[in-house]
């Protein structure tokens, strides 16, 4: 089985910064590529950044691309997203979640695993 377990979310003031972390456990193979995903209340799940287990192959949605980075520690099992300059619109509790296929991008249907999740608040 694979382990999944979020921290780093809070409350944020808009233009602010925030770092996820999520620490996995599993084998390798279950954890090809990590994602991270969001839901705002009232609102169905969003796709918000993915990576491959080398890296080599990174996806991000386009609200968030060139304000949160995607980044992974393999030798630390852990998944991050870095979130800079942060809106109201990022308001969300976000989940991580692995998966075995290489290479899995935004599809939902290939995570096998999720998290419980963070709670990302940004007030105005």
């Known amino acids: 089985q ?16 925030l770092r996820l972390s999520c620490a996995f456990s599993g084998r390798a193979s279950n954890t090809i590529t990590m994602a991270w995903f ?27 691309k060139g304000r949160f980075t995607i980044s992974r520690d393999n030798a630390k099992n852990a998944v991050y997203l870095q979130m800079n300059s942060l809106k109201p619109e990022d308001t969300a509790a976000y989940t991580c979640a692995a998966s075995s296929h290489y290479y899995a991008g935004f599809s939902p249907n290939l995570y096998a695993y999720w998290g419980q999740g963070t709670q990302v608040t940004v007030s105005s």
């Open 2 to 17: 694979v382990q999944l377990v979020e921290s780093g979310g809070g409350l944020v003031q808009a233009g602010g910064s």
């Open 38 to 64: 969001r839901q705002a209340p009232g609102k169905g799940r969003e796709s918000v950044a993915a990576i491959s287990r080398s890296g080599g192959s990174i996806d991000y949605a386009d609200s968030v």
